[in-house]
């Protein structure tokens, strides 16, 4: 690719933390690597299909604002996610579109109004070296990103992308019904199983029924969630391979879903797996917001992922 159609963004501040993130790291947890991968699947695959980009092209998963980028040429982007307070030239910006950005602009993403993470796309996705055939980057691990080497963004560095795809114009959003509003308390569908039959029946009861909060120790890797107290009658088990959206129930009865950065494999029992939207709606919430889990069969479960997807990947 000659540099005439090369464009990039260059970070003039770096917010806490920003990373590339395609689809996902697949195909490896056998070597002890995790999954990566965008947190809210459903923003990211909107931010692609909205520049008519491939699925699983790269964006640009910003955490919590703080972001601060500069065009070094025109080009389209398209914006989703949580609404962090983004400006375009100092003029507000919200999410769920895609607009363009002119040369020497800046887009300055402040703190979040509603959720926890947007997710910006440009034309064809972000360019970077795959490494165990993906960009995704997980900093636990060192791996994926832009530079390979699992770091989030820094001063002064450059994120490049094709100019082959012409910069368009601003009439192209989400629709309405498909934008979600991350205030709202979500009902997360969870497929039970694993262990499920080995906790007691009040604690399934509340499991179900009970209102859970997110605790402030949230991230990529998971979230716990506090409310009651479930007890398991099985005192200990072989650890066993970790699924996106498992919800580990640890000896203090507090549940723990684990997200796109999971350890590969876990000892403590489970009530069953959220399904990938569920775990992308959990990964919008705020420390305190409250949530509660709705069981669902894994036909279901399995027929609305297929869904999603065939909407996405056609």
């Not at 999954?35 to 692609?48: E, I, R, T």
């Not at 200990?236 to 919800?247: N, Q, R, T």
Request: hydrophobic share 40%.
């Amino acid at each position: 690719m000659s540099q005439q159609s090369v464009g990039a963004l260059r970070v003039e501040k770096a917010g806490p933390l920003a990373t590339l993130q395609d689809a996902g790291r697949f195909g490896v947890r056998r070597l002890g690597v995790t999954q990566g991968g965008p947190a809210d699947l459903h923003a990211f695959a909107w931010a692609n299909q909205l520049l008519g980009n491939a699925w699983g092209a790269a964006v640009l998963e910003i955490t919590l604002g703080g972001l601060s980028l500069v065009a070094e040429q025109d080009t389209s982007l398209a914006l989703c996610g949580a609404d962090m307070g983004a400006t375009r030239a100092g003029e507000p910006l919200a999410p769920w579109q895609a607009f363009t950005l002119r040369q020497g602009e800046t887009l300055t993403f402040g703190s979040p109004q509603a959720g926890v993470r947007a997710y910006l796309a440009v034309p064809g996705g972000f360019r970077g070296e795959p490494v165990l055939g993906s960009l995704a980057c997980v900093v636990r691990e060192g791996l994926g990103g832009h530079d390979g080497e699992g770091r989030a963004l820094v001063v002064g560095e450059r994120l490049t992308f094709s100019l082959e795809a012409r910069p368009g114009e601003e009439a192209c959003a989400v629709p309405a019904q498909e934008r979600i509003d991350y205030g709202q308390s979500p009902r997360l569908p969870l497929v039970p199983g694993a262990q499920i039959e080995d906790f007691t029946g009040t604690s399934l009861f509340q499991a179900f029924n009970d209102t859970w909060r997110v605790d402030a120790r949230a991230d990529r890797m998971g979230v716990r969630l506090t409310g009651p107290v479930l007890h398991c009658h099985r005192p200990s088990m072989i650890s066993e391979g970790i699924a996106l959206g498992a919800v580990q129930v640890p000896p203090d009865g507090q549940p723990i879903a684990l997200l796109n950065d999971r350890q590969t494999i876990g000892g403590y029992p489970r009530l069953g797996t959220l399904t990938p939207l569920a775990c992308a709606r959990l990964a919008q919430c705020q420390p305190g917001q409250e949530v509660h889990l709705v069981a669902v069969a894994l036909s279901e479960a399995q027929e609305a992922y297929c869904r999603f997807l065939r909407r996405f990947q056609s």
